[in-house]
């Protein structure tokens, strides 16, 4: 019996340092414990896909392109994924659920929801197929439908109405876990933003999956107040023919002060909510650069810039004016956020229907300094 008994230690103690050995690089990032809850904002160029996992469940927001949707799979299989509780297609535009067709055949998948509206392509014929013939319906819930999931919950915000413009018919959500909290806008638009401000809902968030790209279309300045995101995701292509992030969108988030983090800069980011704190696999890039290198190179290669057409047609400032810029009782314009003050209320990234005028002393005892494009 003692020899029993020293020959299973002897082989409990062999698994014991066989398990410690294996490297790090050989696990994957998931959510750990009983209240953590991993995104992951998977790099698929231009495109979008979102993959949650928390509880034991798995949720799929977008998965890119059809020419991605090989590394999509390739992905979860890696984080062992295996069912996917939720699949989510914002809207059915190629870049969104070009990657969800082929993942409804590798996947067990339990449910499948989407906005209520039919898109003209085959490739969205080939996605209500694909789920026919594996006996899901996809379901359209309403805004203000909420769902559990794994340690947390997630909430519709939009599409509140069908719109000619695909983009707005996004199927936007509001992922909870504890306290932190995720908006995932898919390519929504200024007026499904204010479709969303109107419903007088919680928009304030953690982080905030930036729309569209960072379409100038999208993410405005009172999307922005309602949501104030602590940080911003961006995922788009290198390079891509769009131009995205646009200078506009860029500009409003560095007047802000929301750190960023972008697919294009840093590949795959990953936040892990522990439901009181957010750990990221990376520090935010903060690059507030256009996607478009032209703007990028007239602003200096300094990012956000701006309006460079309102800049420059405006009307040139008489040589009083000039002058009297000096005097410290001038007028100068100041912005809701940022440390510059202007001489005019829509310089650059500014929003006009946000600044106001003080002294130019008031504005330098405030900490302002002057703006080096329109001074």
């Known amino acids: 019996m003692k020899k029993q008994n020293r020959l299973l230690s002897l082989i409990l103690s062999l ?6 050995l294996v490297p790090q690089s050989a696990l994957t990032v998931k ?35 059809q020419s991605h949707a090989d590394l999509i799979i390739s992905y979860l299989q890696e984080q062992n994924v295996e069912n996917i509780d939720y699949m989510i297609a914002s809207h059915y535009d190629e870049d969104h659920i070009g ?23 085959n490739l ?51 992922l909870e876990n504890g306290s932190n909290s995720f908006i995932f806008t898919g390519d929504a638009e200024e007026t499904s933003e204010q479709d969303m401000i109107s419903t007088g809902m919680n928009l304030d968030c953690d982080v905030l999956s930036v729309g569209h790209h ?27 023919q769009y131009n995205h992030p646009s200078a506009d969108t860029m500009g409003r988030l560095s007047d802000m002060g929301i750190p960023v983090f972008r697919t294009d800069k ?56 000039e002058s009297n810029n000096a ?18 209320p829509n310089c650059g990234r500014m929003n006009p229907d946000t600044a106001r005028q003080v002294s130019r002393s008031e504005a330098e005892a405030m900490g302002y300094g002057p703006c080096s494009k329109c001074y």
């Open 31 to 65: 959510a750990e414990g009983n209240s953590e809850m991993a995104v992951h904002f998977i790099d698929v160029g231009q495109g979008n896909a979102i993959l949650v996992q928390s509880g034991g469940q798995n949720l799929l927001y977008d998965g890119g392109d």
């Open 214 to 240: 960072g379409s100038a279309n999208s993410t405005t300045w009172d999307f922005l107040e309602a949501t104030s995101p602590s940080y911003a995701v961006i995922s788009c292509g290198i390079n891509n």
């Open 15 to 20: 698994f014991l340092l066989l398990f410690t």
């Open 327 to 344: 005097d410290l009782g001038t007028m100068v314009w100041i912005p809701a956020t940022g440390e510059k003050y202007h001489s005019i």
């Open 266 to 321: 840093q590949g795959t980011i990953i936040a892990v909510s522990d439901g009181t704190n957010i750990s990221w696999s990376q520090e935010p890039c903060n690059d507030y650069s256009s996607g478009d290198s032209s703007v990028n190179a007239s602003a200096g290669g300094t990012g956000g810039n701006s309006r460079q057409e309102e800049t420059t047609t405006s009307d040139p400032v008489p040589e009083q004016e």
């Open 124 to 174: 969205f014929n080939n996605f209500m197929n694909t789920a026919t013939a594996n006996a899901i319906i996809v379901q359209y819930p309403s805004v203000g439908e909420t769902f559990d999931f794994g340690t947390g919950s997630f909430t519709v915000l939009a599409p509140n109405g069908i719109s000619q413009n695909s983009n707005d018919n996004s199927l936007v959500i509001k």
């Open 99 to 121: 990657g969800l067709v082929p993942c409804i055949d590798n996947f067990s998948v339990s449910n499948i929801f989407g906005p209520d509206y039919v898109h003209t392509s």
